[in-house]
C-alpha cells in the first residue's frame, strides 16, 4: 500500500473518530438509508451484486461536508437489510487521481472484482484534466490500482467522467459523461475486448444530437441497460431551463428509451422523462443482479442545490442515498418500486379501512412516527386531498396534480413545491419516512418524490385533509430500520 494512501486513510480515520460523538447525536441520522460517517456522501457507484453480495460504493468527503479530493465508500449487504460498512476501497492517492476519485461503476470478470472510476486531476490554476482508471479486487475488499485506461478523446472538455461498464456480445462497453468543446452534453461510447485496452467510438446521443436540441451543457452519471425491449439510456444533464412542472430542480435525472445500435455507435430514442419528481434525486446507478432485476441506488441530493443549508451540516456531516428500487417496464414507461427485502424491516401492520373524510383534518387512530411505512389506497377524492407530515411537509391532490410542498431550506419563511400531473388520477400513495428523509411511490410506482426533510425533531403527527368527500384505506408499518456492522 503506497504511502500517500496509507496517510489519507489514516486522516480520514481520525477525522470519523474525532466527530463521532457529534454526528451520533444528530436527531435527523436516518435509520434506513446511507450516510456517510462524517463528512459529504454524493453519488452511489460501483454497485453490484458480487458473489452474493451487493456492494454500493459512495463518493465520500471525509473532511468537510463541501465537496472537494472524494475517496470512495463501501458498504456490503447480502439481503439489503443487513449491512457491513468496509474499510475505505479507493484514495485520491495517485497522480492521476489526487484531486479525487470521481464516479465510477463495477463488473465482474474472471472472478475478479473491477472498478472503473475517472480520476480528477487539477494544476495549481484549477485546470482540470480528467482520466479513466481501474482498481481490481480478488476479495471484493481490498483494491489494487491499475492506472489510467482511458484519456481524453478529441473534441471534449476535461468534464469528461463516470464510466458506466457492461459486456454486451463479445465485447465490453463503457459510457461516459461528456461535455464537447462547444460546451454541449454528451453521452460517449468506448469498446474493449479486455477491459485495459480501450476504443473511443463516438458520442451515442446528446445535446444537439438526434433531433434533440439544446439540452444541457454537461451530461453526468450515465447508465446504459435493457428493460424488456428498450435500451435505456439513465443520465443527469445539466443545464435544462425549468419547463412547467419539469426540470425544477438545479440539475435534473431521467433517460431516454430507444434502440442503441452499438456499431455506429447510435441511440435511437424517444424524449427525455424525469425518474423523480421530488427535491433531492440525482446520479441514479443501476446493477442487474443474480435474480434478474435491474435495482437503483440514487444519491439523495442534488449538486449546487443549497446544500450547506442542511441543518445536517451543523453535525458535520451532509446527504445520503434513496432505498434501492427494482425497475420494470410497462410498455410506455420505467416504473419504480422498493425492493421487496426491504419489508423485513417492518413491524405488525396497523390497518384501517373506508376511512372517510369530509371538509375536515384528522388524525388516524396510531398512524404517526418518524421510521414508518404507509400506504394508502384511494377509494374516492371529491375535491382535495392532502396528508400534513409533522408539521412540515405536505402532500396534496387536486384537479390531476399531484404537489410536495416544504419549507425553503435556505428561507425557512418561503414555501416550495414539486408538481406533477397524474393522467389517470391518484390511485395510490406509498411512503417511506425516516428521520429526516421522504419516498413516496405513486400509483405503484409511476411517479416518485424523494426529498429531504427537516421537522422538528419531537414531531411525529401526520393529519388527513379533505375539501370535499374523500375515502380510501391506510396501512402503517413501523421500520426497524438497517442493522450495520
Known amino acids: 500500500m503506497a504511502e500517500r494512501d496509507q496517510e489519507l486513510r489514516q486522516a480520514a480515520a481520525e477525522e470519523i473518530d474525532k466527530y463521532k460523538e457529534e454526528v451520533a447525536s444528530d436527531p435527523y441520522r436516518l435509520l434506513f438509508h446511507h450516510m ?10 460501483g454497485f453490484i451484486q458480487w458473489k452474493g453480495t451487493y456492494h454500493l460504493f459512495y463518493q465520500w468527503m471525509p473532511f468537510d461536508t463541501g465537496h472537494g479530493a472524494k475517496f470512495w465508500g463501501h458498504y456490503t449487504s447480502k439481503d439489503f437489510v443487513n449491512w457491513v460498512h468496509e474499510d475505505i476501497a479507493l484514495t485520491p492517492s495517485d497522480w492521476y487521481d489526487k484531486n479525487g476519485v470521481y464516479s465510477g461503476s463495477a463488473v465482474s470478470h474472471n472472478d475478479r472484482l473491477y472498478l472503473f472510476y475517472t480520476g480528477n486531476v487539477k494544476d495549481e490554476e484549477g485546470n482540470r484534466e480528467a482520466y479513466q482508471c481501474l482498481a481490481v479486487s480478488d476479495d471484493g475488499v481490498n483494491f489494487e490500482k491499475q492506472g489510467v485506461i482511458a484519456e481524453l478523446p478529441e473534441g ?36 474493449s475486448e479486455n477491459l485495459y485496452d ?3 467510438l463516438g458520442p451515442v446521443t446528446g445535446s444537439l444530437e438526434n ?17 424488456e425491449d428498450q435500451d435505456i439510456l439513465m443520465v443527469s444533464p445539466q443545464g435544462l431551463e425549468e419547463e412547467g412542472m419539469n426540470y425544477a430542480n438545479t440539475y435534473q435525472s431521467g433517460y431516454f428509451a430507444g434502440k442503441l445500435n452499438y456499431e455506429q455507435p447510435h441511440l435511437e430514442h424517444g424524449p427525455f422523462r424525469e425518474l ?8 441514479p446507478q443501476t446493477t442487474l443482479d443474480e435474480q434478474g432485476r435491474r435495482i437503483l441506488i440514487g444519491w ?36 419504480q418500486q422498493p425492493v421487496n427485502e426491504l419489508k423485513d424491516m417492518r413491524g405488525p401492520a396497523l390497518i384501517h379501512s373506508s376511512i372517510t373524510i369530509e371538509n375536515d383534518q384528522k388524525a388516524v387512530r396510531g398512524i404517526g412516527g418518524r421510521a414508518t411505512e404507509l400506504n394508502l ?59 429526516s428523509s421522504l419516498e413516496i411511490f405513486v400509483n405503484n410506482g409511476e411517479e416518485v418524490f424523494t426529498s429531504r426533510i427537516f421537522p422538528q425533531p419531537e414531531e411525529e403527527d401526520i393529519l388527513f385533509t379533505s375539501l370535499g368527500e374523500s375515502s380510501f384505506s391506510i396501512e402503517q408499518w413501523k421500520l426497524s430500520g438497517f442493522k450495520l456492522s
Open 211 to 227: 433531433n434533440l436540441g439544446e439540452f444541457g451543457y454537461m451530461w453526468e452519471c450515465p447508465d446504459i441497460f435493457q428493460l
Open 36 to 45: 456517510p460517517p462524517v463528512g459529504l456522501l454524493n453519488d452511489p457507484n
Open 156 to 191: 471534449y472538455t476535461a468534464h469528461f467522467r463516470d464510466p458506466k461498464v457492461w459486456k454486451n456480445g463479445n465485447y465490453w462497453y463503457m459510457v461516459i459523461g461528456a461535455q464537447s468543446k462547444d460546451l454541449q452534453g454528451k453521452a460517449v461510447l468506448f469498446q
Open 276 to 283: 423523480d419528481r421530488g427535491f433531492e434525486f440525482y446520479a
Open 300 to 335: 439523495m441530493g442534488v449538486p449546487d442545490q443549497y446544500e450547506q443549508a442542511h441543518p445536517t451540516v451543523e453535525k458535520q456531516w451532509v446527504h445520503c442515498m434513496t432505498l434501492p428500487r427494482e425497475l420494470s417496464w410497462n410498455g410506455k414507461q420505467i416504473i
Open 377 to 435: 389506497e384511494f377509494d374516492r377524492i371529491e375535491n382535495q386531498f392532502a396528508v400534513e407530515l409533522f408539521q412540515y411537509a405536505a402532500i396534496s391532490y387536486k384537479d390531476g396534480i399531484l404537489t410536495l410542498s416544504r419549507p425553503h431550506l435556505e428561507d425557512r419563511e418561503k414555501t416550495e413545491f414539486r408538481r406533477v400531473k397524474l393522467p389517470e388520477g391518484l390511485r395510490n400513495l406509498h411512503l417511506f419516512i425516516d428521520q
Open 198 to 200: 480501450w476504443k473511443h
